[in-house]
């Protein structure tokens, strides 16, 4: 039986290792779209969170912080999970700290895999006052087929909530003073 040199077993080792460790993907980003949305106080809306070409995506994690200008009203599936008319599951995780200020949600194909680029889940908000609120990405982890982890970077976005717009009433005097 031949030797194996200590150096070498332990470069093979620290190779496995570095192996096994969950991926940073370089060709794969997160990105909430529009990146830059501005709404008006009252108005419901929604964000699209959409990923890159992925091959092989079976189930993911997504959580996202917002301000206390929105109230998030939950998730709504996106192409990825009803393409191929496959079962699949959409979970909201609840907040379980005060405020409620992010979004967490748990997704995954029941039976086959999706493939990308496409939008992975559409988050449905509502305006509750003026300001400006983050739309930031805490974390984004992908899985395969085989359950190997994906860590993809990701883009965070940003809502400008506006008040509305006052109106001036219109009386028969003001429409003959435009027009005279």
Known sequence: MPRIHGSCLGLALACLAWIALPSRAGAVS???????????????????????????????????????VLSYLGPLAGDILYANADPYTVQALPDVVAPADSAATDCAKLIS??????????????????GVSPIQCL???????????????????VVHVEGPVPVRRTNWARVKQIYR
């Open 113 to 130: 895999s999706a493939q990308g680029p496409g939008v992975m889940l559409y988050l449905r908000f509502k305006a509750l006052s003026e």
């Open 30 to 68: 997160v990105t909430v779209v529009p990146n830059d949305t501005t709404v008006t106080v009252g108005d419901t809306f929604i964000l699209r969170i959409q990923v890159d070409a992925v091959a092989d995506l079976k189930g993911y994690e997504l959580i996202y912080q917002y301000g206390s």
């Open 139 to 157: 974390q984004v982890d992908l899985r395969d087929s085989f359950n190997n982890v994906t860590l993809p970077p990701c883009v965070s976005g």
